[in-house]
T-cell receptor, first 114, second 113 residues
Framework: AQTVTQSQPEMSVQEAETVTLSCTYD???????LFWYKQPPSRQMILVIRQEAYKQQNATENRFSVNFQKAAKSFSLKISDSQLGDAAMYFC???????????FGTGTSLTVIP | DTEVTQTPKHLVMGMTNKKSLKCEQH?????MYWYKQKAKKPPELMFVYSYEKLSINESVPSRFSPECPNSSLLNLHLHALQPEDSALYLC????????????FGPGTRLTVT
């Protein structure tokens, strides 16, 4: 089975600053998809950003961007201009077609300091 | 409509009770999932319904049984649970096949007394 590793159990960032969350994964597949999900305290898990492995261009969604290094099997999330609402657990996830299973990392708890 | 709904939001049950959790989506997704999540931990996959076939995580005890009445509904039947089964139970759905993301419901907070 594929493994997804998030080596930072907890991170903190000052409001308006930039923070980067790390994710590495292990796979022998060449075709796969990577995701970052956000789960605020007692709230619903939502998709932040999605990256297709065959696309070299890094995905961007407003203040969220990824640094996808396929050879290094690294997929980090950068949050710019951090806001209080960014405080949450962030999970990195992997999916390889044709299967429907998602593999999640252990999560990083992000605190935003006012 | 990108919503997955789950009922109830909270459930307290005794170890001898039988209860059911319900999940519904109207996005045309044909893959639906049940996850168990403990606090500050990632979701653990329990079951997947895809192409009308059920896939089971073999570590899930038989006191949990899923049911998929149709492509929009997914139930999780609970019987004779243990206190360690107390957790947040998440339902998710996705399009089948290539790289589609999952959409999660808000979860059911289950407490077994």
């Amino acid at each position: 089975a594929q493994t997804v590793t998030q080596s930072q159990p907890e991170m903190s960032v000052q409001e308006a600053e930039t923070v980067t969350l790390s994710c590495t994964y292990d796979t022998s597949e060449s075709d796969y998809y990577l995701f970052w999900y956000k789960q605020p305290p007692s709230r619903q898990m939502i998709l932040v950003i999605r990256q297709e492995a065959y696309k070299q261009q890094n995905a961007t969604e407003n203040r969220f961007s990824v640094n996808f290094q396929k050879a290094a099997k690294s997929f980090s999330l950068k949050i710019s201009d951090s806001q209080l609402g960014d405080a949450a657990m962030y999970f990195c996830a992997y999916r390889s077609p044709p299967g429907n299973q998602f593999y999640f990392g252990t999560g990083t708890s992000l605190t935003v300091i006012p | 409509d990108t919503e997955v709904t789950q009922t109830p939001k909270h459930l307290v049950m005794g170890m001898t009770n039988k209860k059911s959790l319900k999940c519904e989506q109207h996005m045309g997704h044909r893959a639906m999932y049940w996850y168990k999540q403990k606090a500050k931990k990632p979701p653990e996959l329990m079951f997947v319904y895809s192409y009308e076939k059920l896939s089971i995580n073999e570590s899930v005890p038989s006191r949990f049984s899923p049911e998929c009445p149709n492509s929009s509904l997914l139930n999780l039947h609970l019987h004779a649970l243990q206190p360690e089964d107390s957790a947040l139970y998440l339902c998710a759905s996705s399009l089948e096949g290539r790289g589609y993301e999952q959409y999660f419901g808000p979860g059911t907070r289950l407490t077994v007394t």
